[in-house]
C-alpha cells in the first residue's frame, strides 16, 4: 500500500509559477517511478509528467515541455513537479501516481495508487 499527498495547488496568474508536492508513506519509496497526470472539467485525465525510480530521467507531455520540471528527493519521499509560465489551460485538478507496470510512462492504467488531487487554476 501507498498512501500519496499532493500539495501546492492555488490560484494565479498566467505566466506565473506554482510547485506541486507529492508526498509518499508506505512502501519504500524507490520501488516505483512516479507520475503526475492532471485532469480539466469535462475532459479525461491525462499524463503530464514522469520521473524514473532514480530520478535520472524525465518525460513529458508536449504541451509542458519547456514550462514544467519533474523531479524527485528519495530521502523525503516527495515527487514535485515546478511549473513556469503558467497558462489558462493549465487549469485543472493536478494528481501524483506511482507507476507499478513496465511500459510508457504516459499510460494511466500502469499508475496504481493515486493521491487526491490538488487544484490549479490560472487566469488570464
Given at each position: 500500500q501507498?498512501?500519496?499527498?499532493?500539495?501546492?495547488?492555488g490560484?494565479?496568474?498566467?505566466?506565473?509559477?506554482?510547485?506541486?508536492?507529492?508526498?509518499?508513506?508506505g512502501r519504500?519509496?524507490t520501488?516505483?517511478?512516479?507520475?503526475?497526470?492532471?485532469?480539466a472539467?469535462?475532459?479525461?485525465?491525462?499524463?503530464?509528467?514522469?520521473?524514473?525510480?532514480?530520478?535520472?530521467?524525465?518525460?513529458?507531455?508536449?504541451?509542458v515541455?519547456?514550462?514544467?520540471?519533474?523531479?524527485?528527493?528519495n530521502?523525503k519521499?516527495?515527487?514535485?513537479?515546478?511549473?513556469?509560465?503558467?497558462k489558462?489551460?493549465?487549469?485543472?485538478v493536478y494528481?501524483?501516481?506511482?507507476?507499478?507496470?513496465?511500459?510508457?510512462?504516459?499510460?494511466?492504467?500502469?499508475?496504481?495508487?493515486?493521491?487526491q488531487?490538488?487544484?490549479?487554476?490560472?487566469?488570464?
Open positions: 501507498v498512501q500519496l499527498v499532493e500539495s501546492g495547488g490560484l494565479v496568474q498566467a505566466g506565473g509559477s506554482l510547485r506541486l508536492s507529492c508526498a509518499a508513506s519504500t519509496f520501488t516505483y517511478a512516479m507520475g503526475w497526470f492532471r485532469q472539467p469535462g475532459k479525461e485525465r491525462e499524463f503530464v509528467a514522469a520521473v524514473s525510480l532514480s530520478g535520472g530521467t524525465t518525460y513529458y507531455t508536449d504541451s515541455k519547456g514550462r514544467f520540471t519533474i523531479s524527485r528527493d530521502a519521499n516527495t515527487v514535485y513537479l515546478q511549473m513556469n509560465s503558467l489558462p489551460e493549465d487549469t485543472a494528481y501524483c501516481a506511482t507507476k507499478e507496470r513496465s511500459g510508457s510512462y504516459a499510460l494511466i492504467g500502469l499508475y496504481a495508487y493515486w493521491g488531487g490538488t487544484q490549479v487554476t490560472v487566469s488570464s
